[in-house]
């Protein structure tokens, strides 16, 4: 079992530092930016030539550097520092493959965040970074999780980062992925139609087997492939069923990764049809935008929920009165492919 | 823990389309590096690369791949993807079995179609059918839906040690029993991106490269895809097993973006830490195939961590002296070889070697030969300072 001891999340919300999420900030042209912090921990000079992902992966990472450092920095990114791919790729083919600065190609590795991070740390151990895509994150916690179950005083940093790029923006919205018109966050959810808005964010955690002064832990990591939304729904009633005969226990609060795309709602809609009138559902796309590591975020929002015994009102999907919240099920689906579902409970007791 | 073999594997490189023709062309010692061919960029005709010879139409009508937006990294790993689960008899239920893991790595994805995501990342009209191809993820995805894969499916970018972090993760996660077999691997191609982006570091040679060598002056790119199958103890009975999977090691080292550190720190703890799962002690390797890029400063810098783990390093070599630097594929071409070298016990050369470096005064072997080995080490590392090394024994 995997035991939260820390996080931190830059987002589009106030989430870094002392939390605000109760007044939902407002996206901006369709588009949910990072509200980024300063970053004192990173010295100026060096936080000139950082990329945005880089920057927010590092200074996220950073206020969570525990005594003796990290014993492993488990990475998920979908596209990593993608501003400075398209910075080099613009001067390829603006300087016709003459004399470029290698800067931006350096840094447009998507292990850059990653190695950054063991850099400033001066961290010699495991550090890798998982790239798939909308279940990068899914596979970074994974990762993270075997080494726990082998070194369970340990702790691993496990995260995830990604950027609003002119590459992931453009390309996904020549893709039909972002709304074409002008749309609010507020409204999100309201009406049919066709794609969400862009989100951009990290989440980092510092995570061990060690139960004790635990903020949360994460019970069940799983993911799966394909079209069919009755295989995010098999997964979902699977991680139900398991908690139930494990720890009888039952899902408080489901939340659900559903982003305003007309074309995504029969998945949400096949597994919130498993779940009794008693269940919570709660929803977080409308403060982050869509982002491929959205669950980072969300595990980092459970974690949250766990710790405050709040729900902020504009996420409530389906309000219950059943408190407190102990188990929260997180189910996404990214483009209608990849499923994931990631438990996260409560510590006390 | 259950012990983990090597079932089956697929390679595509510079030196051959299928593990046989690249095990003929590493036993003739035949390089496969020449001029860039017919490839839209400024260095066409000129910059020395490892390509594949087959062209992507080709690869595309091969392979039955028909639909849109397939890209040659793709179609490279697609190519060794299918010859890897053939040779493992991996049938159609198997692929898709919950319990089958897949685990790809690629630095350059789709990337490597440089202009058209020039286009398509700055226009605003039409998009090309490349749209969903340009991430990483997209190629283990393309493979996992055309297989209806089920079980596990990731990807990994650790710059040039991508692969052998593939097969690391692979192999755990048939240890900690996510899966009872993984299909691990990587593929990367040739793209204008990445040759302006190690030409920009002036670390690209102007001639064939000759890793481990006094005079050498930098690597030479390639592409190619490998991929092995790794499956735990109980699947195997009655199989064809190539070598067992003993030791992985992951370190970094922490020095700098693109360089390694002077005392090649993160080599040295990749080394040491895959001796340490594998439980062996450094002399009882026999066999190191070296990450060996032929720039100044890997060739240097892995020397020295060589020299201090092992004292006097077992025999090893080189085998970009015949692909080029695969990158993101680089650790598991090179794993797929490491396995050759145990199942044939033979030693492949490095090839354009003639005088040691000075400071070290290792040299590689260079001539092929019959050689008896019981372990062998399989050495990558990668930008960022993501080192691994892998260590696998004779079946």
């Given at each position: 079992?995997?035991?939260?001891?820390?996080?931190?999340c830059i987002?589009a919300?106030?989430s870094f530092?002392?939390?605000d999420?109760?007044k939902?900030?407002p996206?901006?042209?369709n588009?949910?930016l990072?509200i980024e912090?300063?970053y004192?921990?990173?010295?100026p000079?060096?936080l000139r030539r950082m990329?945005k992902?880089v920057?927010m992966?590092?200074?996220a990472?950073?206020?969570?550097l525990?005594?003796?450092g990290?014993?492993?920095?488990?990475i998920?990114?979908?596209?990593?520092?993608?501003e400075d791919c398209?910075k080099?790729?613009n001067q390829i083919v603006?300087?016709?493959?003459g004399?470029?600065?290698?800067?931006?190609?350096?840094?447009s590795?998507a292990?850059?965040?990653?190695?950054?991070?063991?850099l400033?740390t001066?961290n010699?151990?495991?550090n890798v970074t998982h790239v798939?895509?909308?279940?990068?994150?899914?596979?970074?916690?994974l990762?993270?999780?075997?080494?726990?179950?082998?070194?369970?005083?340990?702790?691993?940093?496990?995260?995830?980062?990604?950027?609003?790029?002119s590459?992931?923006y453009?390309i996904?919205?020549?893709?039909g992925?972002?709304r074409?018109?002008?749309?609010?966050?507020?409204?999100?959810y309201i009406?049919?139609e066709?794609?969400t808005?862009a989100?951009?964010g990290a989440?980092?955690?510092?995570?061990?087997?060690?139960?004790q002064?635990a903020?949360a832990?994460?019970q069940?990591?799983?993911?799966i492939?394909g079209?069919?939304?009755?295989?995010?729904?098999k997964?979902?009633?699977s991680?139900?069923?398991?908690?139930s005969?494990s720890?009888?226990?039952?899902?408080d609060l489901?939340l659900?990764g559903?982003?305003?795309d007309?074309r995504?709602?029969?998945y949400y809609e096949?597994?919130?049809?498993l779940l009794?009138d008693?269940?919570?559902i709660?929803?977080?796309k409308h403060?982050f935008?869509?982002?491929p590591?959205a669950?980072?975020?969300?595990?980092?929002?459970a974690t949250q929920i766990i710790?405050s015994?709040?729900i902020?009102?504009h996420m409530?999907?389906?309000?219950?009165?059943?408190?407190?919240?102990?188990n929260?099920?997180?189910?996404?689906?990214?483009k209608?492919?990849?499923?994931?579902?990631?438990l996260?409970?409560?510590v006390?007791? | 823990?259950p012990?983990?073999f090597v079932?089956?594997m697929?390679?595509?490189?510079a030196?051959?389309?299928?593990?046989s023709?690249?095990?003929t062309?590493?036993?003739?010692?035949?390089?496969?590096?020449?001029p860039?061919?017919?490839?839209?960029?400024a260095?066409?005709?000129?910059?020395?690369?490892g390509e594949?010879r087959?062209s992507s139409?080709?690869l595309?009508?091969k392979?039955?791949v028909s639909?849109?937006?397939?890209?040659r990294t793709t179609?490279l790993?697609?190519?060794?993807?299918?010859?890897?689960?053939?040779?493992a008899?991996l049938?159609?239920?198997?692929?898709?079995a919950?319990?089958?893991?897949?685990?790809?790595a690629?630095?350059?994805?789709?990337?490597?179609?440089t202009d058209?995501?020039?286009?398509?990342a700055?226009s605003?009209?039409e998009g090309?059918?490349?749209l969903p191809?340009y991430?990483?993820?997209?190629?283990?995805l393309?493979?996992?839906q055309?297989?209806?894969?089920?079980g596990?499916?990731n990807?990994?970018n650790?710059?040039?040690?991508?692969s052998?972090?593939?097969?690391?993760?692979?192999?755990?996660l048939?240890?900690h029993g996510?899966a009872?077999r993984?299909i691990?691997g990587?593929?990367d191609s040739?793209?204008k991106?990445t040759?302006?982006?190690?030409n920009a570091l002036h670390?690209?040679?102007r001639?064939i490269?000759?890793p481990?060598?006094k005079?050498?002056?930098g690597?030479?790119?390639?592409?190619?895809?490998a991929f092995?199958?790794?499956?735990?103890e109980?699947?195997?009975s009655?199989?064809?097993v190539y070598?067992?999977?003993?030791g992985?090691g992951?370190?970094?080292?922490a020095?700098h973006?693109?360089?390694?550190?002077?005392?090649g720190?993160?080599?040295?703890l990749a080394?040491?830490?895959?001796l340490?799962?594998a439980?062996?002690?450094?002399?009882q390797?026999?066999?190191?195939?070296?990450?060996?890029t032929g720039t100044?400063?890997?060739d240097?810098t892995?020397?020295?961590?060589?020299?201090r783990?092992?004292?006097?390093p077992?025999p090893?070599?080189?085998?970009?002296?015949?692909t080029?630097?695969?990158?993101g594929?680089a650790?598991?071409v090179?794993a797929?070889?490491t396995?050759?070298n145990?199942?044939?016990?033979?030693?492949?050369p490095?090839?354009h070697?003639?005088?040691p470096?000075?400071?070290t005064g290792?040299?590689?072997?260079?001539t092929y030969?019959?050689m008896?080995?019981?372990?062998?080490?399989s050495n990558a590392f990668?930008?960022g300072?993501?080192?691994?090394?892998l260590?696998?024994?004779?079946?």
């Amino acid at each position: 079992m995997m035991y939260i001891h820390q996080s931190a999340c830059i987002s589009a919300q106030h989430s870094f530092g002392s939390a605000d999420l109760n007044k939902l900030v407002p996206s901006n042209q369709n588009k949910m930016l990072a509200i980024e912090p300063s970053y004192p921990q990173i010295p100026p000079a060096m936080l000139r030539r950082m990329g945005k992902a880089v920057r927010m992966g590092t200074g996220a990472a950073l206020t969570l550097l525990p005594e003796g450092g990290w014993d492993g920095i488990v990475i998920g990114t979908a596209n990593g520092g993608m501003e400075d791919c398209i910075k080099f790729l613009n001067q390829i083919v603006e300087y016709k493959e003459g004399l470029l600065t290698p800067g931006n190609f350096v840094q447009s590795t998507a292990n850059a965040i990653a190695s950054q991070i063991g850099l400033q740390t001066a961290n010699r151990k495991y550090n890798v970074t998982h790239v798939h895509r909308g279940l990068a994150f899914e596979n970074a916690l994974l990762d993270t999780d075997m080494f726990i179950s082998e070194n369970p005083s340990k702790t691993y940093l496990v995260g995830s980062v990604d950027e609003i790029s002119s590459f992931n923006y453009n390309i996904d919205f020549l893709d039909g992925w972002f709304r074409k018109s002008p749309a609010s966050n507020a409204q999100l959810y309201i009406g049919s139609e066709e794609g969400t808005l862009a989100g951009e964010g990290a989440s980092m955690f510092n995570v061990s087997g060690l139960r004790q002064n635990a903020l949360a832990s994460i019970q069940r990591i799983g993911t799966i492939h394909g079209e069919d939304p009755e295989l995010g729904k098999k997964l979902f009633e699977s991680v139900i069923s398991e908690l139930s005969v494990s720890a009888d226990e039952t899902i408080d609060l489901m939340l659900s990764g559903e982003n305003g795309d007309s074309r995504l709602s029969r998945y949400y809609e096949a597994c919130e049809s498993l779940l009794p009138d008693s269940v919570t559902i709660a929803r977080f796309k409308h403060m982050f935008g869509e982002i491929p590591t959205a669950t980072g975020i969300a595990v980092w929002l459970a974690t949250q929920i766990i710790s405050s015994g709040e729900i902020p009102v504009h996420m409530i999907k389906k309000q219950t009165s059943k408190k407190p919240i102990r188990n929260i099920l997180i189910y996404n689906n990214h483009k209608g492919v990849q499923h994931s579902c990631i438990l996260v409970s409560a510590v006390s007791g | 823990m259950p012990r983990i073999f090597v079932t089956g594997m697929g390679i595509i490189s510079a030196i051959g389309n299928s593990v046989s023709e690249n095990r003929t062309a590493l036993s003739e010692e035949k390089c496969g590096i020449g001029p860039l061919g017919a490839f839209p960029s400024a260095y066409a005709g000129k910059l020395p690369c490892g390509e594949v010879r087959l062209s992507s139409d080709f690869l595309r009508s091969k392979l039955n791949v028909s639909e849109s937006g397939v890209t040659r990294t793709t179609l490279l790993a697609l190519h060794a993807f299918n010859e890897c689960v053939d040779n493992a008899d991996l049938n159609p239920d198997l692929l898709s079995a919950p319990d089958t893991a897949f685990v790809n790595a690629t630095t350059v994805g789709g990337m490597c179609l440089t202009d058209e995501l020039y286009h398509d990342a700055n226009s605003t009209d039409e998009g090309s059918p490349y749209l969903p191809s340009y991430d990483c993820g997209s190629i283990a995805l393309m493979i996992g839906q055309r297989y209806k894969m089920k079980g596990i499916i990731n990807t990994i970018n650790t710059a040039c040690s991508s692969s052998a972090n593939a097969i690391m993760y692979g192999a755990r996660l048939i240890r900690h029993g996510y899966a009872k077999r993984a299909i691990v691997g990587g593929t990367d191609s040739l793209a204008k991106y990445t040759i302006n982006g190690f030409n920009a570091l002036h670390i690209l040679s102007r001639q064939i490269c000759a890793p481990f060598d006094k005079n050498r002056n930098g690597l030479n790119l390639g592409e190619g895809s490998a991929f092995l199958v790794l499956e735990e103890e109980s699947e195997v009975s009655g199989k064809h097993v190539y070598a067992e999977l003993v030791g992985y090691g992951n370190a970094n080292d922490a020095f700098h973006p693109s360089s390694i550190s002077d005392a090649g720190e993160g080599p040295f703890l990749a080394m040491s830490k895959a001796l340490h799962t594998a439980n062996l002690e450094p002399g009882q390797i026999n066999y190191i195939n070296a990450h060996g890029t032929g720039t100044e400063n890997n060739d240097e810098t892995e020397s020295r961590a060589m020299i201090r783990l092992f004292n006097a390093p077992p025999p090893f070599s080189s085998t970009k002296s015949f692909t080029g630097h695969t990158l993101g594929a680089a650790g598991a071409v090179e794993a797929a070889y490491t396995v050759m070298n145990l199942k044939y016990q033979e030693a492949y050369p490095s090839l354009h070697f003639t005088e040691p470096i000075e400071s070290t005064g290792l040299k590689p072997v260079t001539t092929y030969s019959k050689m008896k080995m019981s372990y062998a080490m399989s050495n990558a590392f990668g930008f960022g300072g993501n080192c691994t090394s892998l260590i696998f024994s004779k079946a």
